[in-house]
Structure formats: C-alpha cells, structure tokens
C-alpha cells in the first residue's frame, strides 16, 4: 500500500495493489460501495468506498466472482488489440511465431538500453500470447511479460511499453509522476499509445 493521495475533490484515496492492477479507495459520501474503471487506465480499479467502511472490506469486494468477472470482462474488451483477419491456426501460429522471434531479437537490447537510463532493474522478460494487455509488470518480483501481438507493431512502439512497464519500478500508478516520467524519458509515447489503440502497422 502506498501513502494516501490528495485528489483534485480534496478526497484522499488509499492505493493497493491486487493483481496487475492498483486499486484506488476512496472513503466517499456514498451509500454503497461503487467500482469503476476507466477506460484509458484500465489497470486502475477506482472503488469508492462509505466512510464507515474499512479499506479492507474494500479489498474484500474484489474477492467475489461476480465483480471479478466484470473487472476481467472489461479489461479484456478495452485492451482488445484490434481485430486482427480471421486467421486459419495454421495462420495464426506462423503469426506468432514470427512476432515472438522479432521480440525475442528486440527485447533484451531495449531492456539493456533502459535499464540504466531509468535506473531500474528488470528481473525476467516474458513474451506471453495475451490479448488482454500490451505489457505488466510485477512490481514485487519485478518482472515484465510483454504481449506476443506487440510484435506486430514498430519498433518504437514495442519500445514504448517496454519503457512503460520499466517506469512502473519507479511509479507503480498511472499518475501524473508515472506520465510526467514517461514525458521526460520517452516523450514519443503518446503517439505509440495511440498506434497500439488503432493498429497503424
Ligand atoms: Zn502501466
């Protein structure tokens, strides 16, 4: 868990971590705890907790299946690479297979190359046939699984979630010191982002 942070209402959220994602608790003026996501930080759970709650009961709401369910449902639909032509398995695994080559060839010099520049230390780089995300880090073992579908897209955009997941060691949340980071050491990152969002290749 991290320091309580001031939001922009003056609340003050309490950070945790719970899987690949960070969850935000904030004790509200509500009646019901509510759970949202946002969109463009998919790996955020917001939950808004009542003031007579703990933040541990907030945690707590995570553990039902139900709320699982729709946490996994949304992740996936939002960090959907874009569709790829229907590919025949045959197809599909030459696909892989060669996307999975040119990350194994990309991956370690990047790491190399950034590692010190953020001064940060990966453990271990896994290459995983995910569709639900680009890139994770692990911030306890500190290490980073990248999506095999990456390799599709340039090379700076394989870069940028590379830098992504290594400026996590350093900021565990999306904040605004994370993409304040992202700015400094890779200021080309949104229009990477972005071509992840829409395909360009
Ligand atoms: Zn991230």
């Known amino acids: 868990m991290s320091e309580g942070h ?24 509500v009646k019901n705890a509510n759970l949202r ?9 917001r ?12 945690m707590k ?13 949304y992740q996936k639909k939002v960090n959907e690479p874009p569709a790829q032509p229907r590919m025949q398995n045959a ?11 040119r990350l194994r060839e990309l991956l370690p010099g990047l790491i190399r190359k950034w590692e010190p520049v953020l001064g940060v ?26 999506s ?13 979630v590379v830098v992504h997941e290594l400026t996590h060691l350093l900021e565990s949340g999306h904040n605004e010191r994370f993409y304040g980071l992202l700015d400094q050491y890779y200021p080309n990152w949104r229009s990477c982002r972005e071509q992840l969002k829409h395909g360009v290749t």
């Open 6 to 29: 001031k939001t922009a209402s003056g609340l003050r959220w309490k950070e945790f971590h719970w899987q690949d994602c960070i969850v935000r608790i904030t004790k509200k003026k």
């Open 37 to 45: 996501i946002r969109p463009e930080e998919p790996q955020v759970i």
């Open 47 to 58: 939950i808004s907790i009542p003031h007579a709650m703990t933040y541990d009961a907030g």
């Open 61 to 73: 709401l995570l553990e039902q299946p139900r709320i699982r369910r729709w946490i996994e449902n």
């Open 91 to 101: 197809d599909r695994m030459e696909h892989v297979a060669y996307y999975r080559k």
């Open 121 to 146: 230390r990966c453990n271990k780089v896994s290459i995983r046939d995910t569709r639900s995300q680009w890139g994770s880090c692990s911030i306890q073992t500190r290490n980073i699984s990248i």
């Open 148 to 160: 095999v579908w990456l390799g599709a897209f340039p090379e700076e955009c394989v870069e940028y």
